[in-house]
C-alpha cells in the first residue's frame, strides 16, 4: 500500500495530543462492509452498508475499490454515467484510473492521487483504466466517497479537482508512530489541499504495529473511521476492528485509534481512512446516481438526464 510514503515520519509536523480534558469518543457501532461488484464488473466493498444516513451525514456512500490483483486483459471501469446533487471522491493507493467528464474535466489519477468531482447540477463521466494496465494487469485498490451538498448547493456549476500525492499535507502523530496524510479539511492547524462544498475532514493514517493515536476531532463533526487494511483497536474502550470494517463514533472531542501489534503478513500496518463532516440535517432523496432532497427532484433529474440536460458524451470519446 504505497500511496504516500516517507522515510521518516520524525521528520514531519507532530499532531500534538489534545488536551486531557477534552472528552473522547466513544465507539457507536462496527459493521462489515459486503462485498459487491460495480462499473463493469470491478470489485468493491460497500463501507456503508446497513448504516442509518443520520449516523453518516453528509456523507452518502462509499466504496472501497479491490483491493485487487489483476492479471492481463481484467482491469475494468464505469461506462459513461450521470451524477447531480454531491461530490465524487476517489482516492488511488495502487494503480492508475482515467477520467472524463462532459464539462470538459478529468485526467490521470495514480499512487495517492485523488480525483474530486463536484457534480452539482448535473454531469456525465466515465472512469476506466488506462489502455496499458488493461494490456499487462496489475494492482489496483482506492476508494470512492460521496459527499452530500446542501440543497442551496446542488444546482452549482459543475466542477473538477485533481489533486497530486504530492500535494497532500503530511503529518505524523505525537510519539511518530503513524503517518496521517491529511487530504480534505483541518486536523490540529493544518489544512489539506481539497476544497469542499461541505465542511468535512479526510484523513488516510497509517499506524506501525504498537502504535496509538490520539486526535483532535470537531464536536460539531461527525467521525468514522473505515479500516482499509490490519487490524487495531477503536476508543478508549478498545474495541477490535479490521479489514473492510467501519467504525462509527459517537460524540466528542477526540478519537483514539491503536494498531495491534500483530499484524497480518500481507498487512504489516494498519491503514485506515478518517472521515469527519458537519452534518446538513437535510432531508435525502438517494436513488442510483443522483442525490437530492425530494422525490419530486429524483424525477426531475431524470427526466433532465434522458433529455440531454445533464450533458453529452464528448464526440472525441
Given amino acids: 500500500m504505497p500511496a504516500v510514503t516517507v522515510p521518516d515520519n520524525l521528520a514531519l509536523p507532530r499532531v500534538l495530543e489534545p488536551e486531557a480534558t477534552a472528552l473522547p469518543r466513544p465507539v457507536r457501532g462496527i459493521t462489515t462492509a459486503p462485498r459487491g461488484l460495480e462499473g463493469e464488473g470491478f470489485p468493491v466493498r460497500h463501507a456503508f452498508a446497513d448504516v442509518e444516513m443520520s449516523e453518516l451525514d453528509p456523507f452518502i456512500h462509499l466504496d472501497q475499490i479491490g483491493e485487487v490483483e489483476w492479471a492481463a486483459g481484467e482491469p475494468k471501469g464505469t461506462p459513461w454515467h450521470p ?26 489519477i495514480t499512487n495517492g492521487d485523488t480525483q474530486w468531482m463536484t457534480a452539482g447540477a448535473g454531469i456525465l463521466h466515465i472512469e ?48 511518530g508512530g503513524a503517518l496521517l496524510r491529511l487530504i480534505a479539511g483541518s486536523l490540529d492547524g493544518h489544512r489539506g489541499p481539497g476544497s469542499t462544498h461541505t465542511p468535512i475532514t479526510m484523513i488516510h493514517a497509517t499506524l506501525q504495529p504498537g502504535a496509538r493515536v490520539r486526535l483532535p476531532w470537531p464536536a460539531a463533526f461527525n467521525a468514522l473511521a473505515y ?91
Avoid at 447531480?84 to 472524463?100: L, S
Avoid at 446542488?154 to 503529518?171: C, H, I, M, N
Fill in 83 to 108: 451524477h447531480r446533487g454531491f461530490e465524487t471522491v476517489t482516492y488511488m493507493i495502487d494503480g492508475t484510473f482515467e477520467h472524463q467528464d462532459s464539462n470538459g474535466g478529468g485526467g490521470v
Fill in 128 to 175: 476506466r483504466p488506462p489502455e496499458a494496465l488493461v494490456v499487462s494487469g496489475g494492482l489496483f485498490h482506492g476508494f470512492q466517497l460521496w459527499v452530500n451538498l446542501p440543497s442551496s448547493d446542488k444546482f452549482l456549476a459543475p466542477r473538477y479537482q485533481d489533486l497530486r500525492g504530492s500535494e497532500t499535507v503530511l503529518l505524523t502523530s505525537a510519539d
Fill in 227 to 317: 479500516v482499509l487494511n490490519g487490524d487495531g483497536t477503536f476508543g478508549d474502550e478498545g474495541r477490535a476492528a479490521g479489514l473492510g470494517q467501519l467504525v462509527r463514533f459517537g460524540p466528542g472531542e477526540s478519537l483514539t485509534i491503536a494498531a495491534n501489534r500483530q499484524q497480518e503478513g500481507r498487512s504489516p500496518n494498519l491503514d485506515v481512512l478518517l472521515l469527519g463532516g458537519q452534518p446538513i440535517g437535510e432531508p435525502v432523496a438517494w436513488y442510483g446516481p443522483f442525490v437530492m432532497n425530494s422525490h419530486a427532484e429524483l424525477a426531475q433529474a431524470f427526466e433532465d438526464y434522458k433529455q440531454g440536460r445533464l450533458g453529452v458524451i464528448p464526440a472525441s470519446h
